[in-house]
T-cell receptor, first 113, second 114 residues
Framework: GAVVSQHPSRVICKSGTSVKIECRSL??????MFWYRQFPKQSLMLMATSNEGSKATYEQGVEKDKFLINHASLTLSTLTVTSAHPEDSSFYIC?????????FGPGTRLTVL | AQTVTQSQPEMSVQEAETVTLSCTYDTSESDYYLFWYKQPPSRQMILVIR??????QNATENRFSVNFQKAAKSFSLKISDSQLGDAAMYFCAYRRGSWGKLQFGAGTQVVVTP
């Protein structure tokens, strides 16, 4: 199956700093990628849909100025958490759409101190 | 709006036994897909099984099978001959059409006891 990678796998940062998370489709091209957030023992919550070459579509209640998404190529989408605060600490998962199926990355654990 | 409901927070099953996870959904669409995903402790999401709404035949993947009741909007997952490696969180998900976004249920934690 198709492989999606995320980098970094975990990151710890200080409050007020920005953190960038990369999502790559390794062996296929993906015009559409998705970003999810998952709190402990909860389900995945879709944050935004990332389309190559165009602006991301954010879900209701997600601050687009805080969670910047860039999908500059067919294999890379990035999520930047700007001015991170402790409440942004979570598990972030990306997925890439291909062949009528979503392939998920392994996730990134963000801890904001 | 579409919603996906999983009413069982946790299910326990003994090795080699069978467990059934329930899922109901609400939609007015005719073209949609339903999925079961497994999330083990590693938190990597793994597709278990997929069902196209237009197909009447229930999907099967080895020890995993679904009971798709379209009129009742029910989509249960049966795990047969349960193994220790089946222990994970299982999410039911809905997608409108071929390219829509996934909507996940709350999840059911499956515990497998020796």
């Amino acid at each position: 199956g198709a492989v999606v990678s995320q980098h970094p796998s975990r990151v710890i940062c200080k409050s007020g700093t920005s953190v960038k998370i990369e999502c790559r489709s390794l062996d296929f091209q993906a015009t559409t990628m998705f970003w999810y957030r998952q709190f402990p023992k909860q389900s995945l919550m879709l944050m935004a849909t990332s389309n190559e070459g165009s602006k991301a579509t954010y879900e209701q209640g997600v601050e687009k100025d805080k969670f910047l998404i860039n999908h500059a190529s067919l294999t890379l989408s990035t999520l930047t958490v700007t001015s991170a605060h402790p409440e942004d600490s979570s598990f972030y998962i990306c997925s890439a759409l291909a062949d009528n199926e979503q392939f998920f990355g392994p996730g990134t654990r963000l801890t904001v101190l | 709006a579409q919603t996906v409901t999983q009413s069982q927070p946790e299910m326990s099953v003994q090795e080699a036994e069978t467990v059934t996870l329930s899922c109901t959904y609400d939609t007015s669409e005719s073209d949609y897909y339903l999925f079961w995903y497994k999330q083990p402790p590693s938190r990597q999401m793994i597709l278990v099984i997929r069902q196209e709404a237009y197909k009447q035949q229930n999907a099967t993947e080895n020890r995993f099978s679904v009971n798709f009741q379209k009129a009742a909007k029910s989509f249960s997952l049966k795990i047969s001959d349960s193994q220790l490696g089946d222990a994970a969180m299982y999410f039911c998900a809905y997608r409108r059409g071929s390219w829509g976004k996934l909507q996940f249920g709350a999840g059911t934690q499956v515990v497998v006891t020796p």
